[in-house]
């Protein structure tokens, strides 16, 4: 299978601030990879680099077959990776719908357009010409993953996507991502919701302080052991 994603070797910050070392991380076609971590450990700075908004100082990093010098926060999207940010980036003053094009103003064509994208998250159709912010958290963040998915992307990278959302939709969001990884779409979830990891994930990376400390199997029947990469 190939590698949709990899860094080797990465070292990454921002200005005077060293946050990635030497990290070592890959998404092959068809894979459902959690990066895990606690608070500040540099889960959302992995996002920033591959996007280039935090500064690459050594190391490779492959988006789809491309390796390009210099990072810029379109070229993800090019390449077929589409990032679902951490506090989901709805924008104000555009309904649903506008929002849900914009997604696919940045990708390619492909499976998933408007009417696909309605009967995957029929609670988008019935909002559609209202305000994306006027959602609910849980609804905002189907929004941001429809989002992604008008793109039409090879590799969704999910950024705390559980964050400040109830429990009984973390089941709802297990079922989305399952459905759109049957369909073809492979999954980076960068998460510390260990029941969603669970899930959702067959294979992990914990992150410490920068580094990869651990990597491995997600065992459903062992979930707890990963526990201490995310709790204080
Ligand atoms: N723009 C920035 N400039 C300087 N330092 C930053 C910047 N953004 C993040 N950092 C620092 O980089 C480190 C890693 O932050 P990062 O947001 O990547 O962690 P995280 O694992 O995603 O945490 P969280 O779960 O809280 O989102 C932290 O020490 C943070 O203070």
């Given at each position: 299978?190939s590698e949709?994603?990899s860094?080797k070797?990465?070292?990454a910050?921002?200005g005077a601030?060293?946050?990635?070392?030497?990290?070592?991380?890959?998404?092959?076609?068809?894979?459902k990879?959690?990066?895990?971590g606690r608070?500040g450990?540099?889960?959302?700075?992995v996002v920033?680099?591959l996007l280039?908004?935090?500064?690459?100082?050594?190391?490779?990093i492959?988006?789809?077959q491309?390796?390009?010098?210099?990072?810029?926060?379109?070229?993800?999207a090019?390449?077929?990776?589409?990032?679902?940010?951490?506090?989901?980036?709805i924008?104000?003053?555009?309904?649903?719908?506008?929002?849900?094009m914009?997604g696919?103003?940045?990708?390619r064509?492909g499976p998933?357009r408007?009417d696909?994208l309605?009967?995957?998250?029929?609670?988008?159709?019935?909002?559609?010409?209202?305000p994306?912010?006027?959602?609910?958290?849980?609804?905002?963040?189907?929004?941001?993953i429809?989002?992604?998915?008008?793109?039409?992307?090879?590799?969704?990278v999910?950024d705390?996507p559980?964050?400040?959302l109830a429990?009984?939709?973390?089941?709802?969001?297990?079922?989305?991502?399952?459905?759109?990884?049957?369909?073809?779409?492979?999954?980076?979830?960068?998460?510390?919701?260990?029941?969603?990891?669970g899930?959702v994930?067959e294979?992990?990376?914990?992150?410490?302080?920068?580094?990869v400390?651990?990597?491995?199997?997600?065992?459903?029947d062992?979930?707890m052991e990963?526990?201490?990469?995310?709790?204080?």
């Amino acid at each position: 299978m190939s590698e949709l994603l990899s860094f080797k070797g990465v070292n990454a910050g921002y200005g005077a601030a060293h946050v990635l070392h030497d990290m070592n991380l890959s998404v092959r076609q068809g894979e459902k990879v959690a990066l895990i971590g606690r608070n500040g450990v540099g889960k959302t700075t992995v996002v920033n680099t591959l996007l280039g908004l935090a500064s690459l100082r050594s190391g490779d990093i492959r988006l789809g077959q491309r390796q390009p010098r210099r990072l810029r926060p379109y070229m993800a999207a090019n390449n077929g990776i589409m990032v679902v940010p951490q506090g989901r980036r709805i924008v104000p003053n555009l309904t649903v719908e506008e929002n849900l094009m914009l997604g696919a103003a940045v990708g390619r064509a492909g499976p998933w357009r408007l009417d696909s994208l309605y009967r995957l998250f029929p609670i988008l159709r019935e909002r559609a010409h209202t305000p994306g912010t006027a959602m609910s958290g849980g609804q905002q963040q189907m929004l941001a993953i429809g989002r992604a998915m008008m793109a039409n992307p090879e590799l969704i990278v999910l950024d705390e996507p559980t964050e400040g959302l109830a429990p009984v939709i973390v089941d709802q969001l297990a079922e989305i991502l399952n459905q759109l990884a049957e369909q073809g779409t492979s999954l980076l979830l960068i998460e510390q919701n260990l029941s969603l990891v669970g899930r959702v994930a067959e294979r992990y990376y914990a992150l410490s302080k920068g580094s990869v400390v651990a990597e491995g199997k997600v065992r459903q029947d062992h979930i707890m052991e990963l526990q201490q990469h995310v709790v204080v």
